[in-house]
């Protein structure tokens, strides 16, 4: 399956438009917990109520080899049926970005990876020749700086589609111009939770588009608008991303019941909110 394909199996399967953030930071880990275990045991534990993980590389960066080693065993262990994201947010010169792409895809056997758009086209091609991949291009990002240039307004020529104003704030033109790069289907969006009226706004540009939304939960996203304002009129296509909400649920050693019993309240919720229900 591709990751289209995947992603709509296990969100049916498992009712849920819920993505889990595996994000372990050490300080915030129960103590004599390593990471691969914590990881394996929030997945077992989580496993039956996700569309999708999602993997931030900074917190395994961070641990040189130890880290890298701990992400891909994590993602071996993730069943082969839900989908996983590389949060990466790549973006370089195309000859980079191949190599990059090669990494994620090839060598680490993500099925989806996040990208920044800065560099223009030539720097995601590489990302979204891969067919069966998702790429998700930064749109508007849920951090509290992210107006400093998102929401610039841009005294340019539209891209096509995109109507007759003199002026767009750049995550808009972000969304319009993903709009054009997606002929193969694999391109989505990155729209934080944080900034509902900019979801309402990107949305009513990509009625179709995938849109990955972090914010809920530690960063105070809201949820119901979130779910109201990033489905798409046909239904469905987004993803709700959850990180410190979910794994960091309890402190101690009972941190994987308590992540399935805030995964399972997240999913609820967004299902309640649904205008059609899954």
Sequence with gaps: MNFGEKLTSATRRNKSFLCVGLDPDLERMPEGVGI???????????????????LNFAFYEVLETQGLDALKQTVKHIPDDIPVIADAKRGDIGNTARAYARA????????????????????????????????????????????EFQSMRCEMEP??????????????????????????????????ATYPEELKLIRSHQPDMLLLIPGI?????????????GVSPR????????????????????????????????????????????
Excluded: M
Excluded at 178 to 189: F, K, M
């Design 235 to 278: 239904g469905g296509r987004i993803i709700l991303n959850s990180s410190r909400q979910v794994i960091y649920a309890a402190p101690g050693k009972d941190f994987a019941p308590a992540a399935r019993r805030a995964a399972a309240g997240l999913r609820e919720q967004i299902n309640h909110y649904l205008p059609v229900p899954l």
């Design 104 to 147: 994620i895809f090839d060598n680490l056997n993500f099925d989806a990876v996040t990208v920044s758009p800065y560099l223009g086209f030539d720097s995601i091609e590489p990302f979204t020749s891969y067919h069966d991949k998702g790429v998700f291009v930064l749109c508007r990002t849920s951090n509290p700086g992210a107006a």
């Design 159 to 192: 891209p096509t589609g995109a109507g007759t104003e003199a002026s767009r704030l750049l995550f808009e033109l972000v969304a319009l111009k993903a709009g054009q790069w997606n002929t193969s289907g694999n391109i989505g969006l990155v729209v934080g």
């Design 217 to 229: 939960g530690a960063q105070g996203g809201d949820l119901a608008a979130a779910v109201r304002y």
């Design 36 to 54: 691969l275990d914590f990881n394996k045991a929030i997945i077992d534990a989580t496993s039956d109520l996700v569309c999708a993980y999602k």
